[in-house]
């Protein structure tokens, strides 16, 4: 039996990588052998869709080391990681993985350490062009790091190699006539869709609100508003919006696989933050967008991920401080004015992407167990 230990952090941008991963590794590897474990810390959101992908879970503590003054830098240190460490160690000695395979982020770096003290090979994936202090660390005994932006910081060069982020292939087969029914689209007007990542963004939310009637006049708008945030603001976008323009308005909480697949096949503009999930999704799309970064994100990597991408000329960067109504609402009227900038933004974001970038990983990882 093939035993592979993937683990990660949290979030939507760890776990949706992963699975690209998974689903091109079963693809390419036709036996029955393999078996796929996840150890890492507990996230319901997370859980549910590696468990429709068969993933075997462990959740384990986890905790961060901020670099910054934080009281909760003591119990993380003194406490979670370490056991989160021997939760690992423990899991790795019952079931004797042939591989880890870790995305980096809170968690990951106890699975990490354990793999290194049990000698069992790590591969480490980086999707931001900043990387966090997980994979810093896990990378100096990593086998091989695959990461996303040609110009990645830090990491030790004879190791490195340029996949891309992983995008799941069903993304890009979105369907026009499903997307009109699923989110009641006119199409009467060009449609923007603001996507705040798989935690919806709240101050993306907030600013949507604020010019909902000045875009509704031009466009048609799907606003993927997160879970946590729906309610608020669809109760908010009924008090606003002009009762002309409802129509055209068409908020969304969570954004499942089918409802994305399709957002991204009606948009002719998104609008979003600019994780790597995101921006590698928006450009194997060949999709024109406006990336606001998250402020304060770690190390700036969101900055840093969309000023990359931005140098391509695929995209427009709006720091969020310049995220004002009138700049707004400029920037996305000459866009359209001009179809011509919109189509380069397109071809250069296709020229960007990396659509082979899970099948990049899965033969790297197939290649050294099927060898070794």
């Given amino acids: 039996m093939i035993k592979i ?10 776990v949706y990588p992963l699975v690209a991963i998974a689903r091109e590794i079963r693809r390419l590897y036709s ?7 996840y150890l890492g810390p507990k996230d319901e959101f997370g859980n549910i869709l590696l468990l429709q992908e068969d993933f075997k879970i462990q959740n384990i503590f986890s905790g961060k080391i901020r670099r910054y003054f934080s009281l909760q830098n003591f119990l993380d240190a003194g406490f979670n990681i370490p056991f989160g460490f021997f939760q690992s160690l ?8 042939n591989m880890v395979f870790s995305k980096g982020g809170s968690g990951s770096i106890s699975v990490a350490w354990a793999a290194r003290i049990l000698n069992i090979p790590l591969f480490i994936h ?14 100096k005994w990593a086998k091989k790091i695959f990461v996303s932006f040609p110009k990645t910081e830090y990491f030790d060069s004879s190791k490195i190699i340029l996949a891309g982020n992983p995008v799941r292939s069903e993304l890009l087969d979105g369907n026009m006539e499903e997307a009109k029914k699923l989110f009641d689209l006119t199409l009467e007007k060009p449609v923007i869709l603001f996507y705040g990542g798989s935690q919806g963004a709240q101050a993306l939310n907030d600013f949507v609100l604020q010019i909902l009637n000045e875009i509704l006049k031009d466009f048609e708008i799907i606003h993927a508003t997160g879970m946590d945030n729906y ?14 323009f409802e129509k055209y308005y068409h908020a969304t909480a969570y954004m499942d696989e089918d409802k994305i697949k399709s957002a991204y096949k009606a948009a002719d503009l998104i ?10 999704e928006i450009a194997a799309l060949g999709k024109p967008s406006i990336l606001v970064p998250l402020p304060g994100a770690a190390q700036n990597h969101q900055a840093k991920n969309a000023y990359q991408y931005g140098q391509a000329g695929a995209c427009i960067v709006l720091e969020q401080d310049n995220l ?4 707004f609402m400029e920037k996305v009227r000459s866009l359209f004015f001009r179809k011509e900038d919109l189509e380069k933004m397109s071809q250069e974001a296709l020229r960007f992407s990396k659509p082979m970038a899970a099948k990049t990983v899965a033969r790297e990882v197939l290649e050294f167990l099927t060898l070794s």
């Fill in 271 to 280: 609008v979003a933050r600019a994780g790597a999930s995101s921006i590698f």
């Fill in 126 to 139: 980086e999707s931001d062009s900043v990387p966090g202090l997980s994979n810093q660390m896990a990378s």
């Fill in 31 to 37: 036996k029955s052998d393999l078996e796929f474990h």
């Fill in 324 to 327: 004002t109504p009138n700049f």
């Fill in 231 to 244: 309610k608020q603001v669809l109760s908010e976008a009924e008090v606003v919006i002009d009762k002309n």
């Fill in 90 to 97: 423990y899991f790795m000695i019952i079931n004797r993985p």
């Fill in 5 to 14: 230990l993937f683990t990660g952090g949290g979030t939507g941008g760890h």
